[in-house]
């Protein structure tokens, strides 16, 4: 409840500090001009969703992960700009061919698959990406995920 009487008192301060006339009002007397306040509503808007993203991926890291490989990935970083870089040191379908350089070449068939259930999960929850993937020395792996913006 507290909260919520917070947030209306900075609500009522912002609007009776960036309510401004507008500069041209016409014929019709003195109108206001909400752009002032559209783009800090925007902005925080955009920050929300951001973090909506971020609890998304975090999701995927840890418990879509676990039910799939039984492990969390390994990390997880980001632009904050809509791109993700999932690493994982360990891939369970790449462990096999740890054993020696000549796979590094073939690893990438057997990544495509992951791709394509980390962009699937990511639509059933509302984002649009692309997903690749790359292998420097296996068996690890990262996973690149730009979530596109409509």
Known sequence: ????????FLHTEMVAELWTPDPDPGSGGQKTCPSVLESVGFRVGQALGERE?????????????????????????TNHQGTYVLQDNSFPLLVPM?????????APKFLAFTCGLLC???????????????????PACKFQVVIQKP
């Open 53 to 77: 993203e971020l609890d998304v991926l975090k999701f995927l890291c840890k418990d879509l992960w676990v039910a799939v490989f039984q492990k969390q990935m390994d990390g997880l970083r």
């Open 98 to 106: 740890a054993s020696g350089l000549q796979y590094l070449e073939e």
């Open 1 to 8: 409840m507290a909260d919520a009487v917070l947030f209306e």
């Open 120 to 138: 699937g999960a990511l639509h059933t929850l509302g984002f649009q990406s692309l997903v690749t993937a790359s292998v420097a020395a296996l």
